[in-house]
């Protein structure tokens, strides 16, 4: 079972990566309701990383507003989403409306609790 998790969490990695938004959301959608919660947040906590890192908006938003999202802890993302919101200034000044999205989703999930 952990090489089926971290196969998919690569597998996450690399659509992440290259943009590839439908596959994201299909690899979190679709098998991690096989697998535990642990990989899923895993899974989203590196395709947000590298979205933040390629600076994709579309990446986070299919990891946050997808069908799998329900099923991410609220405290996880939150955790996930302030790490990489106030990781650096590199966010603010390349991608202003990737770093408002992760500033809503805070407010969102800190309301929600």
């Known amino acids: 079972m952990q090489d089926a998790r971290l ?11 290259a943009g590839e938004v439908a596959i994201v959301g299909h690899l979190l959608t679709n098998t991690f309701p096989a697998l535990d919660t642990l990989a899923l947040v895993a899974a989203a906590e ?3 990383t ?14 946050l507003e997808g ?12 955790f996930i989403v302030r790490s990489i919101h106030g990781s650096d200034n590199f ?8 770093f408002r999205y992760l500033a ?9 609790a």
């Open 50 to 63: 590298l979205a933040a890192s390629f600076i994709r908006l579309d990446v986070a938003r299919a990891v």
């Open 104 to 112: 809503l989703t805070l407010t969102r999930l800190s309301q929600d």
């Open 7 to 17: 196969l998919v969490i690569r597998c996450v990695e690399a659509a992440a990566a």
């Open 46 to 48: 590196s395709a947000l």
């Open 91 to 98: 966010i603010a000044h390349a991608a202003p409306e990737l």
């Open 67 to 78: 069908p799998a999202a329900a099923r991410l802890p609220a405290e996880d993302i939150a």
